[in-house]
T-cell receptor
Framework: NAGVMQNPRHLVRRRGQEARLRCSPM?????VYWYRQLPEEGLKFMVY????????ESGMPKERFSAEFPKEGPSILRIQQVVRGDSAAYFC??????????????FGPGTRLTVL | SQQGEEDPQALSIQEGENATMNCSYK?????LQWYRQNSGRGLVHLIL?????REKHSGRLRVTLDTSKKSSSLLITASRAADTASYFC??????????FGQGTRLTINP
């Protein structure tokens, strides 16, 4: 029973390029969350998605960042025209259900993005 | 400001000693969760305590919750080198958004 899968584990981009981060939730999970962690800090919520729907994107920067969770395939976090400040670890989590306050989120290993 | 503030920010103890980490939060909660993160890795869920619970145990972990003081503590007894990690408390806001504190970096010295 595989856990949350993220790829790539490490991603290096030059300023101005695009970064695509992928997340496959655990089997049977239809809710996905993306978090960003800067060095020496805690995780900060970015976006919460269900299949084909964005439920809460209150933590997403207004520009250059987008996320999707299509009917088929993994969830994608896309960062256009990356800047050095985007360098961070990006974690995906999934849960079986949403809207229930005691529902556990399971985290993937993260993608470490480095912008040169 | 960030919900869930842990203290201390860093803690270094000898193997076999007990480690206590504290967390404070600002808004009302339904539950509070503790996670562990080993260096360069993802988060591992340790324990969830509901707002109507005062104490919960899981192996060598003991979590307390004081909703009147809006605080929680995580106690690791008989620490081991493998317990070296960062520990985060988290609360849920809105429809499942986890809000994390800055974390406590725990180092267990052999």
């Amino acid at each position: 029973n595989a856990g949350v899968m993220q790829n790539p584990r490490h991603l290096v981009r030059r300023r101005g390029q695009e970064a695509r981060l992928r997340c496959s939730p655990m089997k049977g999970h239809s809710h996905v969350y993306w978090y960003r962690q800067l060095p020496e800090e805690g995780l900060k919520f970015m976006v919460y998605l269900q299949k084909e729907n964005i439920i809460d994107e209150s933590g997403m920067p207004k520009e250059r960042f987008s996320a999707e969770f299509p009917k088929e395939g993994p969830s994608i976090l896309r960062i256009q025209q990356v800047v050095r400040g985007d360098s961070a670890a990006y974690f995906c989590a999934s849960s079986r259900q949403g809207g229930r306050r005691n529902n556990e989120q399971f985290f993937g290993p993260g993608t470490r993005l480095t912008v040169l | 400001s960030q919900q869930g503030e842990e203290d201390p920010q860093a803690l270094s103890i000898q193997e076999g000693e007990n480690a206590t980490m504290n967390c404070s939060y600002k808004t009302s909660i339904n539950n509070l969760q503790w996670y562990r993160q080993n260096s360069g890795r993802g988060l591992v869920h340790l324990i969830l305590i509901r707002s109507n619970e005062r104490e919960k145990h899981s192996g060598r972990l003991r979590v307390t919750l004081d909703t009147s003081k809006k605080s929680s503590s995580l106690l690791i007894t008989a620490s081991r080198a493998a317990d070296t990690a960062s520990y985060f408390c988290a609360t849920i806001q809105g429809a499942q958004k986890l809000v994390f504190g800055q974390g406590t970096r725990l180092t267990i010295n052999p």
